[in-house]
């Protein structure tokens, strides 16, 4: 017995939605099922029809993309947003300057950025809402506290890992350390720092926030008594962009953290 017109089209169609799952094409197998089940959809074009499948699937699959990045990213605060950033919270805070770092220029021509600032100011919020805009522009970032990166790198010493580790960080596009300095390394800890660094060096950006203004660095990191303060330096500074943040009135000032009413380890 023939089959109808009508039960042609439903096995053609059932067999559509199979491939497209088949190919992981699940948004478009999802919103074409849609498509046959409203009325409306059978006035419009095969074009339009067509069109529209392809704009959900591409859709789904840039936000799926963006999650991963942002999950990958370990951010200390991925909740933080450029466009959320208080500048009239009793801060000197260059506007101009961190909208024009938020196009991530800098990610582009391999320079690095400093954000320093008092606890409270606000550094590790900045530094995540950057490595935020990165991720929005598909760059792989990472973020991680100096003195868990130290741990991690000594741990992977002693269990043969310790390639892998570099390369765990010294690969994405954009890496935030964050607790800059804020305990003076050993000199193998140092070592480390230097491996690092010399990795990334003028192929990759590196966003770091310290408590410490950048002239203070030299001396955290043993100054005159150490014969890798000065090369690891060499390895950052040059054509950095820095970001001090600093209050408006000192004697008035109030964290960030004062500000918003937080944990005495949030909005670092």
Known sequence: MALTLQEVRIMTNQSTIDKL??????SMSDAFITQMNDPKMKEVSFEDCFGLLV??????RKSNSLKRLIKGAGFDQPEAYIADINYTSGRKLNRNLIERLATCEYITEHRNLFI??????GKTYMA???GM????????????RLPDLLMELEMARTDGTYKKVQAKYANPILLIID???????????QHDILELLHRRRKKSSTIFSSQYDPSGWYDQLGGDDSPLAEAILDRIKHDAYKINIVPTDPANYRSMREVYGLAPDESE
């Open 116 to 121: 320093t600032g008092a606890t409270g100011s």
């Open 128 to 130: 995540c809402a950057f």
């Open 21 to 26: 799952i088949e190919m992981r094409l699940t």
């Open 179 to 189: 607790e800059w300095l804020l305990l003076k390394p050993t000199e193998a800890e």
């Open 133 to 144: 805009e990165a991720c929005k522009q598909r760059y792989k970032t990472r973020y991680v």
């Open 55 to 60: 704009d959900i699937e591409y859709n789904n």
